[in-house]
């Protein structure tokens, strides 16, 4: 009985303390996914993930095609870009948009964790730990609410394991149970 209250206290230990890797693929929407001033588009404001992160958790944002584009001031093709805010055609950006204490180019690729500060993603993605706690939410960085296009990215992030106490003090409060119930 003791080796296998053992043998199991160590696969315990082993899967609570171990990470695993996820990918989760999303549609990011110029139009119902704008920042717009901090107010969206309708009642949606950006692109909510359900991905929720603590501070430090690291993950990564990929566009699954860098040569997608959309458009941030429909119907003119003039601001067709990418997600950088790049015109493909000239390489060139038709400006900077400021709004909420973070500048970045018309119509580029933009997240965010919670009420923590903004981050580019764009075209080379993002990489790296979170700045902040709360969802992902990720942005079609404009103030219109006449976009249209989108682009599919992925979202790759880990799991994060328990501390490692934590299977530890478990395992001991159900071997104190355990021998308090073998003496009754």
Same mark, same amino acid.
């Given at each position: %009985?003791?080796?296998?209250?053992?043998? #199991?206290?160590?696969?315990?230990?082993?899967?609570? #303390?171990?990470?695993?890797? =996820?990918? %989760?693929?999303?549609?990011?929407?110029?139009?119902?996914? !704008?920042?717009?001033?901090?107010?969206?588009?309708?009642? &949606?404001?950006?692109?909510?993930?359900?991905?929720?992160?603590?501070?430090?958790?690291?993950?990564?944002?990929?566009?699954? +095609?860098?040569?997608?584009?959309?458009?941030?001031?429909?119907?003119?093709?003039s601001?067709?870009? $990418?997600?950088?805010?790049?015109?493909?055609?000239?390489?060139t950006? /038709?400006?900077?948009?400021? &709004?909420?204490? *973070?500048?970045? *180019?018309?119509?580029?690729?933009?997240?965010?964790?919670?009420?923590? =500060?903004?981050? @580019?993603?764009?075209? @080379?993605?993002?990489s790296?730990?979170?700045?902040? !706690?709360?969802?992902?939410? /990720?942005?079609?960085? $404009?103030? &219109? #609410? +006449? +976009?249209?296009?989108?682009? @599919?990215?992925?979202?790759? *992030?880990?799991?994060?394991?328990?501390?490692?106490?934590?299977?530890? %003090?478990?395992?001991?409060?159900?071997? !104190?149970? *355990? =021998?308090?119930?073998?003496?009754?």
């Amino acid at each position: %009985m003791n080796k296998l209250l053992s043998t #199991t206290a160590l696969a315990v230990l082993i899967s609570a #303390t171990a990470g695993f890797a =996820a990918t %989760m693929p999303f549609d990011v929407h110029a139009n119902s996914h !704008v920042w717009n001033n901090g107010s969206g588009f309708g009642s &949606n404001l950006g692109l909510a993930t359900g991905l929720s992160f603590g501070l430090g958790d690291t993950f990564s944002v990929s566009v699954d +095609n860098p040569l997608d584009t959309w458009n941030f001031c429909s119907p003119s093709t003039s601001c067709t870009v $990418d997600a950088d805010g790049r015109r493909p055609a000239s390489g060139t950006f /038709l400006g900077t948009y400021s &709004n909420g204490g *973070y500048s970045n *180019y018309y119509g580029a690729l933009v997240g965010r964790i919670g009420a923590g =500060a903004f981050f @580019a993603i764009g075209t @080379a993605g993002f990489s790296g730990p979170a700045n902040a !706690v709360g969802e992902l939410v /990720l942005f079609h960085w $404009d103030h &219109n #609410t +006449n +976009n249209s296009g989108s682009l @599919a990215v992925t979202v790759e *992030y880990e799991t994060v394991p328990l501390p490692a106490s934590l299977p530890l %003090m478990l395992l001991g409060l159900g071997a !104190v149970g *355990y =021998a308090g119930r073998r003496r009754s």
